[in-house]
């Protein structure tokens, strides 16, 4: 078997290793602060934050695999797929403090910004970012945000 071959055996073998542990985990009911209820139905504003974050990260670890299946010899995307599902699992450990900034971002006029630096963030993960962690995710996207707010004409 060639290199070629071998990578490409490894690559699918991750990467359907990767996909079944994201399905699993996107099918599992995140777990929610009874702390924090939102008065409108209930639920917790930092809890559907959450909820939000670790759709994103998912979402960006599924077109990460989609880029392996199409790029095989490049190996990062399946990395990149398996570290951002494990920093949505991390997103339960973000502390709500910092879960209530990045709620808030997306509610007020930074939320444009806010969308186009999180996309960006999480796309750059395995790539030019080593963030193994959402609670290190969170506070790099609030720290462009906060610049953002402090300098609107650089977003």
């Not at 998912?58 to 990460?64: G, P, Q």
């Amino acid at each position: 078997m060639s290199i070629e071959q071998e990578q490409a055996q490894r690559a699918e073998s991750l990467s359907n290793a990767v996909r079944g542990t994201m399905e699993e985990f996107s099918t599992k009911p995140q777990p929610t602060n009874p702390k924090h209820r939102h008065p409108r139905n209930g639920s917790s504003e930092i809890d559907d934050a959450r909820g939000a974050l670790s759709e994103a990260i998912l979402e960006t670890a599924r077109w990460r695999l989609e880029k392996a299946e199409q790029f095989p010899s490049e190996t990062r995307n399946t990395r990149a797929a398996e570290l951002l599902r494990r920093i949505a699992a991390s997103v339960t450990d973000v502390p709500d403090d910092l879960m209530r900034r990045y709620s808030e971002a997306w509610h007020d006029e930074t939320a444009s910004q806010t969308s186009e630096t999180q996309s960006v963030l999480l796309r750059d993960i395995g790539f030019r970012s080593a963030s193994a962690i959402a609670t290190t995710l969170v506070e790099h996207l609030m720290e462009h945000v906060d610049d953002a707010r402090l300098d609107p004409d650089r977003g």
